[in-house]
């Protein structure tokens, strides 16, 4: 059964920065592309960055790019998302899933807050 599972949200204030983990397993092959999606309170549900499931190519909304990178580690079955410069606004919960695209399995969040 494929598991997603987020870590490394927390408080941080602006201009701050977090790292999250997003810890994958039972894929029956090497996953497949894994995405970054945040939803705010009252807000939809948005993809913010993906990466794919081989030579590792990577996709950002314009609201990231240039502060938040999105990497993975095969070895740990692991995606990385690197948040720096965090805004107020970037305030949210923030989930894994695969794929990118027509996305089957979600993790279960980690609450991001940017507050003074």
């Known amino acids: 059964q494929v598991q997603l599972v987020e870590s490394g949200g927390g408080l941080v204030e602006p201009g701050g920065s977090l790292r999250l983990s997003c810890a994958a397993s039972?894929?029956?092959?090497?996953?497949?592309?894994i995405g970054w999606f945040r939803q705010a309170p009252g807000k939809e549900r948005e993809g913010i960055a993906c990466?794919?499931?081989?030579?590792?190519?990577?996709l950002y909304t314009d609201s990231v790019k240039g502060r938040f990178t999105i990497s993975r580690d095969n070895a740990k079955n692991t995606v990385y998302l690197q948040m720096n410069s965090l805004k107020p606004e970037d305030s949210a919960v923030y989930y894994c899933?695969?794929?990118?695209?027509?996305?089957?399995?979600w993790g279960q969040g980690t609450q991001v807050t940017v507050s003074s």
């Open positions: 899933a695969s794929p990118c695209l027509a996305t089957k399995y």
């Open positions: 039972g894929f029956s092959s090497d996953f497949k592309s």
């Open positions: 990466i794919s499931s081989s030579v590792g190519n990577t």
